[in-house]
T-cell receptor
């Protein structure tokens, strides 16, 4: 079956611009996660959606970052007024009532 | 102190060697533990769960030591294809299925 998909795969943007990153989780998965990974670093937790519960936003680094999940499926991560330090790979994962997370291929964001 | 700490390595070992990684966690309330594998420029994938009694999957053995708050991963008879970054993962015991990832340990297996 289809795995987690993310778009775009690569995004180059100018400092100060807004960007939207999209995640399509595996159908039926109730949990969805966003992480950020800088070059050579580990995964930094950003936000976690679980069913209809309020999302856990404790990992968002600033108020420039926001995410929503519509209809319990597709999620969009928005970064406003991008900065160079936002450059990283943004990974989305989903899971079905377990801790086993299935990751998408990521979006590589470069802020120039 | 980070919630999950790992030796970043890299570990450089010859084929056939046995290699072990440790990972320490700070939250004594954590209940679930995992090892994920991440190949270069790829997404992480679950390698194995870590049970209280320890578990083995082929050449891979995972152990949990709750008293000392660490988990370990042992790889026997290393293969070239084992070269990857190994990520230690725990849950913060905050409800739901949120997880905390360590920064990873890099392994290079050489011919």
């Amino acid at each position: 079956g289809a795995g987690v998909s993310q778009s775009p795969s690569n995004k180059v943007t100018e400092k100060g611009k807004d960007v939207e990153l999209r995640c399509d989780p595996i159908s039926g998965h109730t949990a969805l996660y966003w992480y950020r990974q800088s070059l050579g670093q580990g995964l930094e937790f950003l936000i976690y959606f679980q069913g209809n519960s309020a999302p856990d936003k404790s990992g968002l680094p600033s108020d420039r970052f926001s995410a929503e999940r519509t209809g319990g499926s597709v999620s969009t991560l928005t970064i406003q007024r991008t900065q160079q330090e936002d450059s990283a790979v943004y990974l989305c994962a989903s899971s079905l009532k377990t801790y086993e997370q299935y990751f998408g291929p990521g979006t590589r964001l470069t802020v120039t | 102190r980070k919630e999950v700490e790992q030796d970043p390595g890299p570990f450089n070992v010859p084929e056939g060697a046995t290699v072990a990684f440790n990972c320490t966690y700070s939250n004594s309330a954590s209940q679930s533990f995992f090892w994920y594998r991440q190949d270069c420029r790829k997404e992480p994938k679950l390698l194995m769960s870590v049970y209280s009694s320890g578990n083995e999957d082929g050449r891979f053995t995972a152990q949990l030591n709750r008293a000392s708050q660490y988990i370990s991963l042992l790889i026997r008879d290393s293969k070239l294809s084992d070269s990857a970054t190994y990520l230690c993962v725990t849950d913060p015991n905050t409800g739901g299925f949120k997880t905390i990832f360590g920064a990873g340990t890099r392994l290079f297996v050489k011919a």
